[in-house]
């Protein structure tokens, strides 16, 4: 199924109005589009890492700085980004607003994306770290903007996982 | 060459920087010379004081950032090269004391040990132009003023002994660290905007 159009722009327009204009990211399909217009957009700054736990040090450095930020990535990123979320972010008292495009989960055709999909809400679970998740183009934007409110206030790593439902047509 | 010694000669020029510190000798060896507001000492997370420095220089252009980091955790992170290069932040110096041990850890060899891998080669491989190596404490001092008087990013490999300090221990709190270095940042984006 293609990305979504529509909805990758919705997606993007959140992030805006939530005050965010410093987004990394290591692309992924799902993520594409979103990408596109992050790097299209002059009022964005758009750091693309190599490795997902790259960005967990990036967001610590802009939240240091006073820069509001959103990280953007896949589940399998994520997991492969857990040790700087729990010893840089969750034992410093540093806030993360973690976009994950939520691959391996109901709908999944690839093989390669479901051990990480089944998994990824129970590791969120272990760690601690709050999640929701994103189905409705209607009510993402304020998604996002919850998502940034709390990781400010808890001073913690929070996470809105963007479904199936939502990032594809 | 000793990190100590390194990290006193530069100590004079870190009053009005931002620094980030890898974890245990590091950390513990710029401490030891007098705590200041803008340090931040990352104790865990090895790899990620760099990233921490991108995030900091690049938001912050009108700071100086010096990194602090060591060939054991930057071998953790060696894609932090490339995202360095790309960026190119002008206003970070990556000091890189290379000892070729993880120290912290129980002494054991690291990939550098021996000059097996150059992490200055490594580092012009991945894009970044200005990458000095330092055997003794005058290619020290010198690459270290020369990356001072730069505008731009620069990487210092610096060959130090295996040796550390003889106690750990600091009178500061994780978070209590992070707390004030954003305090301190925010202070001085006040005072500045005023």
Redesign the interface.
């Known amino acids: 199924m293609p990305v979504s159009y529509e909805n990758s722009k919705v997606i993007f327009e959140g992030i805006k109005a939530a005050g965010i204009k410093s987004v990394s990211a290591l692309p992924e399909t799902w993520l594409g589009l979103l990408l596109q217009r992050a790097e299209d957009d002059p009022d964005i700054d758009l750091i693309q890492v190599a490795k997902e736990e790259e960005a967990i040090g990036i967001a610590a450095g802009a939240y240091f700085a006073g820069e509001p930020h959103v990280l953007l990535m896949q589940n399998h990123g994520f997991l492969a980004a857990i040790n700087g979320v729990v010893s840089l972010a969750q034992l410093y008292g540093i806030p993360l607003c973690m976009l994950i495009a939520f691959r391996g989960h109901w709908g999944e055709p690839y093989p390669w994306h479901t051990r990480g999909g089944i998994i990824t809400e129970e590791v969120l679970r272990a760690l601690s770290i709050p999640f929701e998740l994103a189905r409705d183009p209607d009510k993402v934007a304020q998604q996002i903007s919850e998502a940034y409110t709390f990781s400010q206030s808890s001073l913690s790593p929070v996470a809105l996982l963007l479904t199936r439902d939502l990032m594809e047509d | 060459m000793e990190r100590a010694t390194c990290i006193e000669m530069i100590y004079p020029e870190l009053e009005d920087k931002?620094v980030v510190t890898i974890m245990g000798a590091c950390a513990q060896e710029l401490y030891n010379l007098g705590h200041r507001e803008n340090f931040?000492y990352?104790?865990?997370?090895m790899?990620?004081?760099?990233?921490?420095?991108?995030?900091?220089?690049?938001?912050?252009p009108d700071e100086r950032v010096i990194v602090l980091d060591g060939d054991g955790s930057v071998l953790m992170?060696l894609?932090?090269f490339?995202?360095l290069a790309?960026?190119r932040p002008t206003n970070m110096i990556h000091v890189i004391f290379d000892n070729g041990s993880l120290l912290s850890t129980g002494g054991f060899d690291s990939q550098t040990t021996s000059g097996i891998t150059d992490l200055a080669a490594i580092a012009r491989g991945a894009g970044i132009e200005h990458v000095a190596s330092a055997d003794n404490e005058l290619q020290f001092g010198e690459a270290v003023l020369e990356a001072l008087e730069l505008d731009d990013l620069s990487v210092i490999v610096a060959k130090v002994k295996a040796v550390g300090p003889d106690h750990y221990g600091m009178d500061l709190e994780?978070?209590e660290?992070?707390?004030r270095?954003?305090r301190y940042?925010?202070e001085k984006?006040q005072a500045t905007d005023q």
């Open positions: 931002l931040f990352l104790q865990h997370a790899g990620l004081a760099s990233s921490i420095g991108l995030g900091l220089a690049r938001h912050l992170n894609g932090t490339t995202t790309r960026y994780l978070p660290n992070a707390f270095f954003r940042i925010r984006k």
